[in-house]
């Protein structure tokens, strides 16, 4: 038992559309008897793959593991032009579950080199939308941390663009500093508006509440920029991937208000389990009593019609 007496969901959490999308795809392909594969796991979360593996869906890291005639499913990040030229010379049904705006970063790359610009992208290198990008402009330079810059050489015309996910501050900086790295510069902003809107809820919610909890993968850039937002508005905040995390009562001591969010990678269902989990916890005698209650309460509270982002027909008492 502890002090917390509320749990507060951010805003606009769960997937992001670009994921929802995907896995409705895969979910849909399965559900009318094809042969389903997923080029790559859809989503980086093991509660996740497990559903959809018990729905006959399959990831694979290959091609080559996809029988002739199947159905394979491009995730989100999307791929090198290559890859789909490759699958369907293979054979294999092609469900291209690439993010509409992804679509759209593809095609602004590709028109920066024709266009004859040198590109700088800023992403992590080996993050498969990463990949997929440097399929339409393989001598592009990718950079990430503010060290890596120094490395962008000088060139007449420059363009910059950026993977989906990197925190808008940083892409303004980075277009700062390359205005004295070229003559011309194209900006081309490309950090989506989900990612921004993400960003601006938790900020909102952190303001709040004494302690947040942030839901997502370890090694997830949006989860962690989330976490680093929290600290920067004065709130204390620690980063979880799922509630099991969620052992030790004494780092809700001092909390009354708990806030919680999660990557655009992250089920909104996973954050009600989270917010049950911090109820019953270190929450009040009272509120621990009542923490199935006050835990849906949360979520409804989070997934109104106009931030709701889970790719489940029904949000109401999610498991
Ligand atoms: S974060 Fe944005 S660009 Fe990336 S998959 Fe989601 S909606 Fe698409």
């Excluded at 929802?20 to 389903?36: H, L, N, P, S, Y």
């Excluded at 602004?108 to 266009?115: D, H, L, Q, T, Y």
């Excluded at 052992?247 to 655009?264: C, H, L, M, P, S």
Aim: charged share 25%; aromatic share 4%.
């Amino acid at each position: 038992m502890g002090n917390v007496r509320e749990v507060r969901i951010a805003r606009r959490t769960g997937f992001c559309y670009g994921v929802r999308e995907a896995i409705d795809r895969a979910k849909e392909a399965a559900a009318a008897g094809k042969t389903t594969h997923t080029l790559g796991q859809v989503v980086h979360n093991e509660g996740v793959i497990s559903a959809l593996q018990a729905q006959g869906i399959q990831t694979v890291e290959s091609l080559d593991d996809v029988n002739e005639g199947a159905a394979v499913v491009i995730r989100a990040h999307g791929v090198r032009p290559e890859v789909l030229a490759r699958a369907e010379s293979r054979g294999l049904e092609v469900i291209d579950g690439t993010c509409t705006w992804v679509i759209q970063e593809q095609r602004e790359i590709k028109r920066c080199v024709e266009e004859g610009y040198s590109i700088v992208l800023l992403g992590t290198p080996r993050h498969p939308e990463v990949v997929g990008l440097l399929g339409f402009a393989p001598d592009a330079i990718v950079v990430d941390e503010e060290e890596d810059w120094e490395k962008i050489p000088k060139r007449k015309k420059m363009a910059l663009l950026s993977q989906s996910t990197q925190p808008p501050w940083k892409f303004e900086k980075l277009a700062a500093f390359m205005v004295g790295r070229c003559h011309e510069l194209k900006i081309v902003n490309t950090v989506c508006p989900v990612t921004i809107r993400r960003q601006e809820d938790t900020i909102e919610a952190a303001r709040g509440v004494d302690l947040m909890v942030v839901v997502g993968g370890r090694s997830s850039a949006n989860t962690k920029e989330l976490t680093r937002l929290c600290g920067i508005v004065g709130t204390r905040a620690i980063q979880i991937e799922s509630e099991e995390d969620l052992q030790d009562a004494a780092v809700f001591a001092r909390a009354e208000i708990v806030g919680v969010t999660g990557g655009t990678s992250t089920p909104i269902e996973d954050l009600r389990c989270v917010a049950l989990r911090v109820l019953q916890l270190a929450g009040t005698p009272e509120v621990s009593a009542r923490a199935e209650e006050l835990a849906n309460e949360a979520l409804a509270a989070a997934a109104t019609p106009a931030g709701r982002t889970t790719s489940l027909p029904t949000i109401s008492g999610a498991a």
